[in-house]
């Protein structure tokens, strides 16, 4: 892996010195051994001191600041400007700090396909290369445009505004919006994980106070709802869809096995290899009533994933709806609890951006978001209660974070 990350370095490296002695040559044709201090100090003057260095240090450099920082740099002259755009720097930008980001929504979701395009093909060295095989690649994909549009902290600022459509649908939304937004929540990461999340849920007072008094009763596997409320404003239910009782999932939790859901009965398997599944009756006049759903999805990277079960399971209930394309789908990327790098263990958390992919949610026409949540602490979950109650249609105050 080091090797492969050092290897990327240096084709970085090369494009951007390629580049720079292409469009940014010395127009005397001086070399800098035959050049005066009095030539050199001008040079400096009128270019900047930055721009003298070689291109090696100011790659280090760029790798140190934000993206921000960056696109503030390409605004100080026509040369950085150009340096800052390299596709294939915002290629290695999105390699290293995607698996860190904490969320990714249906807008700002980036094409991770173009993250499997070769640097170089197997049969070639970097110095068998053509400038033109280069300068093709770069163009191919706008690895920039990628990276601000989906990282969290700049991905308010590129976004475009919202089509007239999507303002009036909003403000449709707003009107006749429900008193008590309801939700499905159901996944795996309910049941598997150390940490109960709807225990600590219904324990955390002070982040999420209770608005009513939950019931204990169970029907048919399905838990009670718990109305919530948020910011000590907004009041919304969740309804709780476990795949069996409590006794069962305990057991199943302890030995490490899987167990049979009573949320859906299996119908076969299609063309693709997917299962095919009906939900229970119950379970799909819940589907129908409920103004969006919660996926707990279990992040813990320790474990075997049967990605297309949760796949099918995630459709099945989203075509159950009312409105199958317009019901957001919150999907919670959990673990019990945060990473310590003094404890060592096995336990790491799948990136959310990869795990939007497993679960093929750009595929889906739903708006969708996916959150990282520790449930131990509940870290992350107010913020994806927050963007499911606005595309519900909810009006949250400014002053909600």
Not at 20 to 39: H, I, L, P, Q
Not at 108 to 132: C, K, Q
Request: aromatic share 10%; net charge negative.
């Amino acid at each position: 892996m080091a090797e492969k990350h050092q290897q990327f370095e240096s084709v970085i490296i090369r494009s951007l010195r390629l580049f720079r002695d292409r469009y940014f040559s010395n127009k005397d044709g001086k070399e800098d051994f035959m050049k005066t201090a009095a030539e050199q100090d001008n040079e400096e003057k009128e270019s900047g001191f930055l721009e003298s260095l070689p291109v090696g240090v100011q790659f280090q450099i760029m790798t140190f600041l934000s993206p921000s920082d960056i696109c503030r740099l390409g605004a100080t002259s026509q040369y950085w400007r150009a340096m800052v755009r390299d596709s294939l720097l915002w290629r290695y930008f999105l390699l290293r700090d995607m698996p860190g980001w904490s969320s990714i929504d249906h807008v700002s979701m980036p094409n991770l396909d173009m993250l499997d395009a070769p640097l170089i093909s197997e049969d070639e060295s970097l110095d068998d290369r053509e400038e033109g095989d280069e300068k093709e690649r770069e163009i191919k994909f706008d690895y920039m445009s990628e990276y601000l549009k989906g990282c969290p902290s700049c991905r308010q600022k590129w976004l475009p505004s919202r089509p007239t459509y999507a303002v009036m649908t909003s403000f449709l939304q707003y009107i006749v919006r429900p008193s008590e937004p309801r939700y499905a929540m159901f996944g795996p990461g309910m049941e598997q994980l150390d940490v109960s999340l709807v225990t600590r849920l219904v324990h955390a007072h002070d982040m999420l106070p209770l608005a009513t008094t939950p019931s204990r009763q169970q029907i048919n596997a399905i838990g009670s709802g718990i109305s919530f409320m948020f910011k000590n404003q907004n009041k919304f239910n969740i309804l709780t869809l476990y795949s069996t009782n409590r006794a069962e999932r305990e057991r199943a939790r302890v030995e490490q096995q899987s167990i049979r859901s009573k949320l859906f009965t299996v119908e076969g398997t299609n063309d693709s290899g997917y299962p095919v599944y009906s939900p229970t009756p119950h379970v799909q006049l819940v589907s129908q009533v409920v103004d969006g759903f919660i996926y707990v999805a279990n992040a813990e990277s320790d474990r075997a994933v049967d990605w297309k079960a949760e796949i099918s399971q995630i459709r099945v209930l989203l075509n159950c709806a009312a409105d199958p394309t317009s019901r957001p789908l919150l999907v919670l990327s959990c673990v019990s609890r945060e990473q310590s790098e003094t404890i060592n263990t096995t336990k790491h958390r799948t990136p959310c951006v990869y795990v939007a992919k497993r679960l093929n949610l750009p595929q889906l026409s739903n708006p969708w978001m996916v959150q990282d949540t520790v449930v131990e602490s509940l870290s992350g979950f107010l913020d994806g209660i927050s963007w499911l109650l606005r595309s519900s249609g909810v009006k949250l105050h400014d002053s909600s974070p």
